[in-house]
């Protein structure tokens, strides 16, 4: 035999009961926004490496390079501003293509010019 509900189903029902089509429709976004909204701001101040070689994928980098380039921004301490965006900011300074500044990235280079735009330290000549 089932057991009576001892909860306000019925009071909270009610007032679902009582609105229109379109209020409903409203009403369900509203609580949804409210569900998500902690998971979108997590999503805007949280990343995995699994995430920013993702990004690197989508970028042509094969999955190697995006490994590599991931490994070395973590090393840094920039995971957090993004391998993508590290990247793309590096090609703008250097004047190269993406893909290029990347393999050049793998190869030791460019990483002065990351650390001046992303920590702002000073830029070594040398490296």
Do not use: C
Not at 65 to 92: C, H, P, T, Y
């Amino acid at each position: 035999m089932a057991k009576p509900r001892s909860d306000d189903l019925e009071r909270r029902g009610a007032k679902l009961r009582k609105m229109t089509e379109e209020e409903l429709d409203s009403y369900f976004w509203e609580l949804a926004d409210k569900i998500a909204e902690p998971l979108v701001d997590l999503a805007r101040t949280h990343t995995s490496p699994s995430i920013e070689r993702s990004v690197l994928l989508r970028m042509g980098f094969n999955s190697l390079q995006a490994k590599e380039i991931v490994m070395r921004i973590a090393d840094l301490g920039l995971l957090g501003k993004g391998a993508g965006n590290i990247v793309l900011r590096g090609s703008q300074e250097t004047g190269s293509s993406i893909i290029e500044a990347g393999e050049e990235m793998i190869d030791g280079k460019h990483w002065d010019t990351v650390e001046h735009l992303f920590k702002g330290g000073k830029r070594d000549a040398s490296r």
